[in-house]
C-alpha cells in the first residue's frame, strides 16, 4: 500500500515514502502526504527514504519525483531511493544533478536507512 510515515531508527526519525508497485494517481497522493509530513514536522534535518520498488517510473512520475525533490530542499538534510533498475538509476542521477541534494540510491530499505544514520549526528527530539 502507497503511503508516507515516520518510523524511527537509532533515536532518528526516518520519513519511509512507499511508492512500491505504484500507479500516477497514488504517487501523486503519497507525495502530497509526504509534503504534508515533511513541512509540518517543523524541522530542516529530514531523513527520507523512498521505495520505487516496482513502479512505472515514467516521464509523469519523473515529474511529479522532480518537484517533489525542490520543493523539500529546505527541510530534508539527505534522502535514499531504494527500487531503482539500472535505467531508472540513470534518471535518478539526472534528478540529483538538477537537484544538487544530498541523494543516494540503494538495493535494500536496511541499507538505505543505515546510511541515512550517517546524514546526520544526532538524535530527534
Keep these: ?33 509526504a509534503k504534508t509530513l515533511i513541512t509540518g514536522s517543523g524541522r530542516r534535518d529530514v531523513l527520507t527514504v523512498t521505495d520505487v520498488t516496482g513502479t512505472d517510473v ?22 535514499a531511493v531504494v527500487g531503482l533498475d539500472r535505467v531508472r538509476a540513470l534518471e535518478f542521477l539526472a534528478i540529483v544533478k538538477f537537484s544538487g541534494r544530498n ?3 540503494f538495493t ?7 546510511w541515512l544514520l550517517t546524514q546526520s549526528s ?4
Design 58 to 79: 515514467n516521464t509523469s512520475v519523473v515529474k511529479v519525483l522532480k518537484e517533489f525533490v525542490a520543493h523539500n530542499g529546505p527541510f530534508v538534510r539527505a534522502g
Design 1 to 33: 500500500m502507497a503511503e508516507a510515515k515516520f518510523f524511527e531508527r537509532s533515536g532518528r526519525q526516518i520519513l519511509l515514502i512507499d511508492l512500491a508497485n505504484a500507479d500516477l494517481e497514488s504517487v501523486v497522493e503519497v507525495v502530497r502526504q
Design 103 to 105: 541523494l543516494k540510491a
Design 122 to 125: 544526532s538524535p530527534s527530539a
Design 108 to 114: 535494500s530499505i536496511e541499507g538505505a536507512t543505515e
